[in-house]
């Protein structure tokens, strides 16, 4: 009774080793944060439909005419007429160049990449003005993507690890397989996955009641958010509720990103991966900003005007 007792104890150490091994790696953001400012209160140009001023609207008041000539220069951006164009602004300090810039920023919206930034940013020790110059302005040149994808997706029911014993010994055991069950609004689907997905699972800290989908040929696993038959099930939480997808769980699906060519350029600069003592050493070495070289930015606008 003993010897079973130790070798159980013996079992859950080797479990808790395990779990403590498990890497996850995460890659940063490249966008920057965005803090409560003196323009935070804007949401747009405020103006009305025929492009004349709305007075105080949108955060916006006074500069009224400046207003409607950058109403002008929004939809010349929406209609691609200022591709390669620059816009300048010029007056004295305090009469809300900034504020009508973060305006049109606004207008735009979010999928629209806008990098504002002050003198201060461009000294540096490390890196060169004109290498600051070019980041930020490679920051505001945005790409999408889009992409068809085989994808299975749906609303996680279970969850099940298949367990087997160790194969090179020990008492403990490594997961063989994962079996995950999703359902959409046409039915239900089962599916047996590899071990690798179930680490993806683990890193987007999927739990049942969760919409996700899994990519088909690479593996990847994408959460999308908590299926909306949960969202009684509290009453204050920082969830995204999705309804349930329709259709069959395996699909094809049109993917599309939003990324900026400064994103793609530090991809490249800093590739993931190396978990060596070597690769371990030179990234604690190497100093916090990477400077892009010229070489690796004609490379990636290659790739780029190749699509």
């Given at each position: 009774h003993l010897?079973?007792?130790?070798?159980?104890?013996?079992?859950?150490?080797?479990a808790k080793r395990q779990s403590l091994n498990m890497k996850i790696e995460e890659?940063?953001?490249?966008?920057?944060?965005?803090?409560?400012?003196?323009?935070?209160?804007?949401?747009?140009?405020?103006?009305n439909e025929d492009g004349s001023s709305a007075g105080v609207s949108h955060g916006m008041c006074g500069q009224e005419k400046?207003?409607?000539?950058?109403?002008?220069?929004?939809?010349?951006?929406?209609?691609?007429?200022?591709?390669?164009?620059?816009?300048?602004?010029?007056?004295?300090?305090?009469?809300g160049k900034t504020a009508i810039a973060l305006a049109i920023s606004a207008e735009l919206g979010?999928?629209?990449p806008f990098c504002p930034m002050v003198g201060s940013e461009v000294y540096s020790s490390e890196v060169k003005k004109t290498?600051?110059?070019m980041e930020n302005f490679r920051r505001a040149i945005?790409?999408?993507?889009?992409?068809?994808?085989?994808?299975?997706?749906?609303?996680?029911?279970?969850?099940?690890?298949?367990?087997?014993?160790?194969?090179?010994?020990?008492y403990g055991k490594v997961v063989s397989s994962v079996v995950v069950s999703m359902k959409t609004t046409k039915g239900n689907k089962q599916l047996k996955l590899d071990p690798s997905i179930y680490e993806n699972i683990q890193k987007e800290k999927v739990a049942v009641g969760d919409v996700i989908y899994i990519e088909a040929t690479s593996g990847a696993v994408k959460r999308v958010g908590?299926?909306?038959?949960?969202?009684?099930?509290?009453?204050?939480?920082?969830?995204?509720?999705?309804?349930?997808?329709?259709?069959?769980?395996?699909?094809?699906?049109?993917?599309v990103q939003d990324v900026t060519l400064h994103d793609?350029?530090?991809?490249?600069?800093?590739?993931?991966?190396?978990?060596?003592?070597?690769?371990?050493?030179s990234q604690i070495n190497r100093p916090k900003k990477t400077e892009i070289t010229e070489k690796l930015r004609l490379e990636i606008n290659k790739v780029v005007n190749r699509y």
């Open positions: 010897n079973y007792k130790s070798q159980n104890n013996q079992n859950k150490r080797t890659v940063k953001s490249t966008t920057k944060t965005q803090r409560i400012a003196s323009h935070s209160h804007i949401k747009g140009l405020g103006l400046a207003r409607e000539a950058a109403g002008i220069v929004v939809d010349m951006i929406k209609s691609k007429k200022m591709a390669g164009k620059a816009l300048l602004m010029a007056g004295p300090p305090g009469t979010p999928k629209v290498e600051i110059l945005g790409l999408r993507i889009k992409e068809t994808k085989e994808v299975w997706e749906g609303e996680v029911v279970e969850i099940t690890p298949e367990e087997v014993e160790d194969p090179h010994g020990g908590r299926s909306d038959s949960y969202a009684t099930e509290y009453d204050l939480e920082a969830e995204e509720y999705v309804p349930v997808p329709k259709g069959d769980v395996h699909k094809k699906k049109e993917i793609l350029d530090i991809a490249n600069a800093r590739p993931q991966g190396g978990h060596d003592f070597l690769s371990l050493m």
